[in-house]
């Protein structure tokens, strides 16, 4: 076979000695999995990345492993410039850290490497040159033509499609022939040649899914494109091979492949990883449940959460519920605790594809927020301001304390706070009564008759250094001299007698104060108005 190797690569490669030596196998704890994403540089990051990422992550990071990311670029035609820092950078924003791999300044990190496939293209080649020397691979010069005859021919005699059994026509060319079309100058690509039989079955354990049978694959699959670089069937078998991989964690696309993959780790003489296939996350269209698409659906793509301004910390959150739905339960006993202290398990994936919540995304946002400090709930507010509200970014900025000061209102991190903010974006509403030039003022549902009296006697009564009691008590006083009740026992014995019931006059208070008839604590909010714009808000409705 000497010469028709030499023909078809020209080029030193290394020996597959050299490359096992290169890549040693890992000296890892008992137990440790060496995990990796694998996204193709598209120009996108789409949710499922992340998904198949935080999983892989805690895999790895739990059990004392590995966790890489690798590029897969083999399709050459797809690449888009940037692709692969905003998937290395999304990936790290988002805390998901690599122990190997590209970094999001695009340098590489780990022994293992290059991570990117292009890089890797004369250790695939090594390999597929020795499948050719020991007669498992072969050159196939058939066009795109030819493959458009034999899928009609296939069609016509109702015979299962692909480059299989009677129809590989390349691979009984002789050494000789082939190595005249090559010195032709005729493009070729490089085919496996499978001794698997359509008609017997394998069965093959997915780690999530559990045991299933399959047929053998039979199909010659194209190991090398004719621009020297493989197809992901082969690219991954080498790499997870040559980088220690045990646990592969993939898209439900690539079920149907397992067969040819575990082939091809036999073929090489190598142990094929555990494989576990995510179903990928789903969402309601016109009441059916479809795949979330990169071109229809928005929410597809990372950067609509960034643009939300949901906290990233809480999008993690939300894919692992859907990872594990038992998170939920851990959640709620350990509210404060890492994320990353919840046991993760395989066993508690679910193997059909969770739909995309938004009622449970913003809940869980409210929650995250709500243990936030007032200075993280001001960082990451500003960070996100700064990209997409230039507005609401000057506003902090120029109101540094004031708006800690704010933002601390019913604020509690340890403990049931208030959960009112669940995306940065809404922070501006949030501060806008704070500011006299952007407050929007009483509701027209408020009646000016009704108001004044409880503003001119609160007025008289109103000391900002009062305690919460003091202005609670005085807040009674001022309703029932107006002729509310002043608690609700007396006024449910009564209802007749009142004109409303305290509550009501503290509705119209908060009214005055804040435009808006529902808000955190009044009293917590008057203290930070401060004296001057509570009295020139009450006195608003007096004149
Ligand atoms: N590049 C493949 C994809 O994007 C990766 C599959 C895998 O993780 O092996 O689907």
């Known amino acids: 076979m000497s010469a028709l190797t030499d023909l078809?690569?020209?080029?030193?490669?290394?020996?597959?000695?050299?490359?096992?030596?290169?890549?040693p196998a890992r000296s890892l704890p008992q137990g440790a999995k060496v995990t990796r994403v694998a996204p193709s540089p598209t120009g996108y990051m789409h949710i499922g990345t992340m998904y198949t990422g935080l999983v892989c992550e805690r895999l790895a990071h739990q059990s004392g492993g590995v966790f890489i990311l690798r590029i897969e670029d083999t399709d050459q035609k797809r690449q888009i410039p940037g692709a692969t820092e905003l998937i290395a950078s999304s990936l790290d924003s988002y805390g998901l850290k690599i122990d190997e791999g590209v970094c999001p300044d695009m340098r590489q990190k780990g022994a293992y490497g290059p991570y990117i496939q292009s890089q890797?293209?004369?250790?695939?080649?090594?390999?597929?040159?020795?499948?050719?020397?020991?007669?498992?691979?072969?050159?196939?010069?058939?066009?795109?033509?030819?493959?458009?005859?034999?899928?009609?021919?296939?069609?016509a005699s109702g015979a299962r499609p692909g480059y299989h059994g009677q129809w590989t026509k390349c691979r009984y060319l002789s050494e000789e022939d082939a190595i005249r079309k090559i010195k032709e100058g005729i493009p070729y690509v490089i085919r496996f040649k499978s001794e698997g039989d359509y008609n017997r079955r394998i069965v093959i354990e997915d780690v999530l899914r559990g045991k299933r049978d399959f047929p053998e694959n039979d199909l010659d699959i194209v190991l090398l494109k004719s621009d020297g670089l493989p197809t992901y069937h082969f690219a991954h078998v080498v790499d997870d091979h040559l980088m220690g991989t045990n646990q592969v964690i993939r898209g439900d696309e690539w079920v149907s492949s397992l067969p040819l993959h575990i082939q091809l780790f036999a073929a090489m003489g190598w142990k094929a990883p555990k494989y576990g296939?995510?179903?990928?996350?789903?969402?309601?269209?016109?009441?059916?449940?479809?795949?979330l698409s990169k071109r229809k659906d928005p929410e597809a793509g990372m950067s609509f959460y960034d643009e939300q301004g949901y906290p990233k910390q809480a999008v993690l959150e939300y894919l692992l519920n859907i990872a594990n739905s038992n998170f939920e339960d851990w959640r709620r006993q350990n509210p404060v605790k890492p994320m990353n202290d919840f046991p993760f398990s395989l066993k508690k994936m679910g193997i059909s594809g969770a739909l995309m919540d938004f009622v449970k995304l913003n809940s869980v946002s409210r929650d995250t927020i709500s243990h936030m400090t007032a200075e993280e709930v001001y960082e990451n507010a500003l960070a996100w301001a700064e990209k997409y509200d230039e507005e609401l970014a000057g506003l902090m900025k120029n109101n540094r304390d004031y708006v800690l000061a704010i933002l601390n209102i019913e604020r509690n991190p340890s403990?049931?706070?208030?959960?009112?903010?669940?995306?940065?974006?809404?922070?501006?509403?949030?501060?806008?009564?704070?500011?006299?030039?952007?407050?929007?003022?009483?509701?027209?549902?408020?009646?000016?008759?009704?108001?004044a009296p409880i503003a001119r006697d609160f007025l008289k009564v109103y000391d900002p250094s009062d305690d919460k009691d003091a202005w609670f008590e005085k807040l009674?006083?001022?309703?029932?001299?107006?002729?509310?009740?002043?608690?609700?026992?007396?006024?449910?014995?009564a209802p007749e007698k009142f004109k409303g019931n305290i509550s009501d006059a503290a509705t119209i208070l908060r009214l005055l104060i804040t435009g808006r008839s529902q808000s955190p604590d009044l009293f917590a909010i008057m203290q930070v108005l401060g004296k001057d714009r509570v009295t020139a808000r009450l006195n608003r409705v007096l004149s």
């Open 8 to 23: 078809l690569f020209p080029n030193p490669l290394p020996s597959v000695e050299e490359l096992e030596a290169r890549y």
């Open 120 to 155: 890797r293209k004369e250790i695939y080649q090594a390999y597929v040159k020795k499948l050719v020397e020991e007669g498992k691979a072969y050159p196939c010069f058939c066009t795109s033509e030819d493959m458009d005859a034999l899928r009609k021919q296939q069609e």
């Open 277 to 291: 296939h995510l179903a990928p996350i789903q969402k309601l269209d016109e009441g059916a449940k479809r795949k």
């Open 415 to 451: 403990g049931k706070g208030r959960k009112d903010i669940q995306v940065w974006a809404q922070l501006k509403d949030e501060l806008s009564y704070f500011f006299e030039d952007r407050f929007q003022g009483v509701p027209d549902t408020l009646n000016p008759e009704e108001a």
């Open 476 to 493: 009674k006083e001022v309703a029932t001299q107006n002729g509310y009740a002043g608690s609700t026992k007396e006024y449910k014995e």
